[in-house]
């Protein structure tokens, strides 16, 4: 059984596993709850607003172990869409220059992971919260200024179709912080020469903790109202 600790021991410094919902930043379900702790309080690693899943964050004394949480391995699950792009390699832009996928086959769906699996050089997504001159980049982007970005070393120990039904691929990636799956899916695409982009993502897991043990921001908020001492809420 789980249980969820109390306004006073997340004060002091623990640990919160939430699940992030589609469509909120990480801010969002962060300053959701800041209120109602009311302590010191950082998120391990932003997940994109199109992104669902686990959102680890520190309270209290436990603030001093972000930057660790942050550089362990990451693991994501969703669908690249192939056969177009978008200008941010997501859904948060409209989808462009449409291919056809007649001639792709899951034999080479397949097969072009592997170039894409162990320590490769990734660009980041102009649309990307990286600063450049004090200002980030997405939004030199949305002014319509050009973006060059350097490519990064990123390391991904596992890419695996676990469905294809074209034009959606279904995958598992485990990978280094700072890999960038939006990217991911943009290079495979080009890769299969008919674009691609990111369809949906969940990230699973970060370092030993996975989103099955997260809460929702709706079972953290019941649970840290005024009232409310330490609260089952799974089992």
């Known amino acids: 059984m ?6 006073e021991e997340l004060k002091e410094g623990a640990v919160m596993l939430i699940d992030k919902p589609l469509t909120w930043t990480s801010f969002d379900a962060l300053n959701k709850v800041r209120r109602l702790i ?13 992104a669902t899943g686990l959102l680890i964050c520190c309270t209290g004394k436990m603030t001093k172990r972000i930057t660790e949480y942050q550089k362990q391995e990451k693991e994501y699950t969703g669908i690249i869409r192939l056969g177009a792009t978008t200008p941010t390699y997501d859904l948060e832009s409209e989808p462009e220059n449409f291919r056809p996928l007649d001639t792709l086959t899951e ?19 102009a649309h990307s919260a990286i600063k450049r001159d004090g200002k980030r980049v997405y939004e030199l982007a949305r ?3 050009e973006v060059k970005l350097e490519p990064r070393p990123v390391t991904i120990r596992e890419f695996e179709v676990t469905k294809v ?5 279904h ?9 960038y799956i939006r990217s991911l899916a943009n290079d495979f695409g080009a890769a299969l020469g008919c674009g691609g982009y990111l369809q949906a993502l969940r990230r699973t897991r970060i370092g030993n903790y996975e989103v099955k043990d997260a809460f929702t921001v709706e079972e953290w ?3 840290l109202q005024p009232e409310s001492r330490i609260k089952e809420i799974k089992e």
């Open 38 to 50: 009311k302590a010191k309080i950082g998120h391990c690693g932003t997940l994109d607003p199109l």
């Open 165 to 169: 039904a074209l034009p959606e691929v």
């Open 107 to 125: 034999a080479r769906v397949r097969e072009a992971t592997l170039a894409f699996t162990g320590d490769i050089m990734q660009v980041p997504p």
């Open 221 to 223: 908020v019941k649970a």
């Open 143 to 145: 002014e319509g200024k």
């Open 2 to 7: 789980k249980l969820i600790p109390t306004p």
């Open 171 to 179: 995958f598992r990636v485990t990978c280094s912080t700072g890999t």
